[in-house]
């Protein structure tokens, strides 16, 4: 979803086109890395990845592994190493580092990255209209076509952004003590420190995707660090935001997707120090982000309110986490069903069915199926209502039953549902979805969402 | 071929309470209405000792079967609470009717009721303790098979608001009901949308209320105040949940199917259009109704919306359907609509429905789905 800038103070601001990625009702860090990462390993079976690696600075839990969750919603092995990143925006170069390592040293053949987070400012801040919400994913593995050539890291320790336990939103300290102290003086001592160890200058990189607080601080760094703007990665202040942990890693995907073979790119991080490390692309990439596509697929929120509501920082919605929620024991025994979307395929008959059960609808085999997801699959709406009495931000809550792709069927969502005219039959794919965190626990399942958009209604 | 319980279980009293926001009633006051006024209808004057079980149905009850033990103060008896989705009158009542046909009994007491009221929320309440299945309201589970039916035939939120008219006139003859206010079709088009294609109008008016029967084995039912109304045919029957069967075709409701032709053949019907002179039946929605005169057979596939157009299940019309006004406006306290429906139906054979009266009835039907839906029930009462 987008949220226009001019939105969060207006009338009081000039209109302007520049907006920021939010995560919807519905999202969060591990819906959008489901996302990211269901993108990166299309066509590749989930099977293959050995271990995970979630980075993120916003998860819902304070002990929980989101990386657990986002393995069995992608239905990796169960004997897939989960591995959450996290406590700083430096914990993506962290993960990207520690995954390179692991290929390398032979602990791994393929380690999944996966890079998600959902900046929540306070509402109104001076930093709201510079953060955004964003997951990125990349495969490493011991010969792939980008190469980390080397790294340079450097610590440092002040109260410039922070979030404590529990809270819903960053604070920070002075914008120009965050840029100066949090962010420009650790990323040009650690460029000094790299450049003296390794010999590299500004020229010697094609590609620069610099983190920054905002486009100013951005423009500042490159400065400093001598990069012309050419060789600048636009790091999408005014579209995007500053998505945290996602932040570099989505600008390296975008450089990496650009680069000839031979090019060097340089990725920098920062966040309780800085963190740079220079990447050498050897053969294009098999498969590129799609950051362009997903830029043009917009839901834009129509109120600054609907975006708190999104939040769950509109002081007027009922506090669903007081509610009772779902039974622990009943999540834990349906998660392959809710979390995976994973139903059973009769070995008797071949009916498929949703969700899963022990007797075969059509033959009444008895516990003669066998697992399938349909997480990846394509499908098709076959009913529909669109809901106005279910509370939600963006009202009404469109719900009817898809074909899976086969003969099974499920009763969901439809989800960043725009207005669109529906008929039944129209292709739906399936995406990963927060459907409520009643009782403080939140539930994830699965939504359809239009696949191609209908044709334009005749007038 | 099973037995059928054709002929061989009479209503001899019928009761029921005022259905609506009864606020200042209980559900003891509900079943006690209901009750006094079946004993007094049958003449049937010292329960304690006359009645020998009892069947209650309620989808929301607080105290369970000793809602029903504790109000009518009917001890040393055998009660039985009976829960079917919407269908949960209709089973209660089915399960007396099997209870005489045994030989176990030979006069039983049939309560349904139910009291939303107190639950605080005006529809449904909104369930959070599910992963699957959300928004888990009625009205998106009944819409289900609008797209794909609208599409396939040609139906509209037009012909859906026609039935919500006839429904809401019928009310306002039944002195019972909870809604007694005449609308027109632009009300209902106007109306919110409360799940697409339904808006306000479109939806059943849930209430409070009870309604009570007196049943007699066939032998013993004519020593009563009034003349028996015969059983001919029962049938409850459980369809696939169509949010999930592989098979099902979103053009009507398999269980309506399914239980409509167990229920024919029990009681000889081959053509039901011409043999059944009134219905009561579902219209939690509008196009429940709408499906359901297709479902029974009322007429052919796609083919409601000519008979909507021409009147023909108006009170004046071939084949009257909701004469009391049905859930929409005589009120849906779940576990009582089987038996309202049947209470309705006893008057209308006997010529007692006032104002509303269907001159000449002798076969009237009625019936109940619900769940997602995967529950229907369906009774045929006739008259001597």
């Known amino acids: 979803m987008r949220l226009p800038l001019s939105l969060i103070h207006a009338p009081e601001q000039p209109p302007s086109n520049r907006e920021k990625a939010v995560a919807g009702a519905d999202e969060d860090v591990v819906t959008m890395a489901v996302a990211a990462a269901t993108d990166c390993l299309a066509g590749r079976d989930p099977a293959g990845i050995d271990q995970l690696y979630l980075a993120s600075a916003s998860s819902f839990f304070a002990e929980k592994s989101t990386a657990a969750v986002v393995a069995r919603a992608l239905g990796l092995r169960g004997d897939v190493v989960t591995v959450d990143h996290g406590g700083s925006l430096r914990a993506g170069a962290a993960a990207l580092r520690a995954a390179v390592n692991a290929v390398t040293a032979g602990a791994a053949r393929a380690v999944l990255v996966v890079a998600s987070d959902a900046r929540t400012a306070e509402p109104y801040s001076a930093m709201e209209a510079d953060l955004g919400d964003a997951a990125v994913a990349f495969v490493v593995e011991s010969d792939g076509p980008l190469r980390l050539e080397s790294d340079c890291a450097v610590s440092r320790q002040a109260f410039d952004v922070w979030r404590e336990d529990g809270a819903a939103a960053l604070r920070g300290w002075e914008d120009r003590f965050v840029v100066r102290h949090g962010f420009l003086e650790p990323m040009v001592a650690a460029w000094e420190q790299w450049r003296g160890a390794s010999g590299l200058t500004a020229a010697a990189f094609r590609h620069v995707a610099l983190h920054a607080p905002d486009s100013r601080s951005h423009r500042e760094l490159a400065q400093q660090l001598g990069f012309r703007a050419e060789q600048l990665v636009d790091p999408l202040f005014g579209r995007i935001g500053n998505c945290g942990n996602a932040f570099a890693p989505l600008l390296l995907a975008q450089a990496a997707g650009r680069a000839q073979p031979g090019e060097r790119i340089l990725s920098g991080f920062a966040g309780d120090g800085a963190w740079l490390l220079s990447w050498v692309l050897d053969r294009p990439l098999a498969r590129t982000a799609t950051l362009d596509a997903q830029l043009q697929r917009r839901l834009v929120l129509r109120s600054y309110r609907q975006y708190l509501q999104c939040r769950g920082l509109d002081s007027g919605a009922a506090d669903r986490r007081s509610a009772d929620g779902i039974s622990a024991t009943v999540s834990f025994r349906d998660q392959a069903a809710d979390i995976g979307f994973s139903g059973v395929r009769c070995q008797s008959c071949g009916t498929e069915q949703f969700p899963p059960s022990r007797v075969c609808y059509r033959c009444f085999a008895r516990d003669r199926l066998e697992s399938v997801s349909f997480a990846r699959r394509h499908g098709t709406l076959l009913s529909y209502s669109k809901d106005y009495f279910f509370p939600s931000p963006l009202p009404p809550v469109v719900v009817g039953v898809c074909a899976l792709g086969g003969s099974a069927r499920a009763y969901l969502q439809l989800a960043d549902y725009a207005g669109e005219e529906l008929r039944t039959g129209l292709p739906v794919e399936f995406v990963c979805r927060r459907i409520h965190a009643s009782g403080g626990r939140p539930a994830w399942y699965w939504k359809s969402r239009l696949l191609a958009l209908p044709e334009a209604h005749d007038a | ?384």
């Open chain 2, 1 to 384: 071929m099973p037995e059928s319980l054709r002929d061989r279980v009479a209503i001899v009293g019928a009761g029921c309470s005022v259905f609506g926001e009864n606020w200042t009633m209980s559900a003891e006051d509900l079943i006690v209405e209901a009750a006094f006024e079946a004993y007094a209808d049958a003449g049937l004057d010292q329960p304690q000792r006359q009645l020998d079980a009892v069947f209650c149905g309620a989808l929301y009850p607080s105290r369970g079967t000793a809602e029903v033990a504790e109000s009518l103060k009917l001890f040393d008896l055998p009660i039985t609470l009976v829960q079917n989705f919407c269908a949960t009158g209709t089973d209660a009542f089915r399960c007396a009717a099997m209870s005489i046909a045994a030989g176990l009994y030979d006069t039983v007491l049939v309560v349904g009721f139910d009291k939303p009221k107190d639950r605080g929320v005006a529809g449904p309440s909104v369930m959070l303790n599910t992963t699957r299945g959300l928004p888990m309201t009625p009205a998106g589970w009944f819409a289900l098979c609008a797209a794909k039916y609208f599409e396939t035939y040609g139906a509209g939120r037009l012909e859906l608001a026609k039935i919500a008219v006839k429904n809401h006139a019928n009310g306002t003859l039944a002195p019972k009901s909870m809604l007694k206010k005449l609308i027109t079709t632009d009300d209902v088009l106007q109306a919110r949308i409360i799940s697409w294609p339904f808006g306000l109008y479109d939806c059943a008016a849930q209430s409070d209320g009870a309604a009570a029967l007196i049943l007699s084995r066939a032998d013993r039912a004519r020593g009563w105040r009034k003349e028996p109304v015969w059983l001919k045919g029962v049938s409850i029957m459980l369809g696939p949940n169509p949010q999930s069967d592989p098979d099902f075709d979103f053009l009507g409701w398999k269980p309506t199917r399914s239980a409509a032709r167990d229920c024919y053949r029990q009681a000889g019907i081959t053509d039901p259009f011409r043999q059944i002179d009134i219905a009561q039946v579902h219209d939690c929605f509008t196009l429940t109704e709408l499906l359901t005169y297709e479902d029974l057979g009322f007429c052919a596939r796609g083919a409601a919306r000519e008979c909507i157009d021409a009147q023909v299940f108006h009170l004046t019309g071939e084949l009257p359907v909701n004469t009391d006004g049905g859930l929409k406006s005589f009120g849906h306290p779940t576990g009582a609509t089987g038996v309202r429906m049947l209470y309705e139906n006893t008057l209308q054979l006997r010529g007692e429905a006032g104002a509303r009266q269907v001159p000449g009835a002798t076969l009237a039907l009625s019936h109940n789905i619900g769940g997602a839906p995967q529950a229907c029930g369906i009774v045929i009462l006739g008259r001597d």
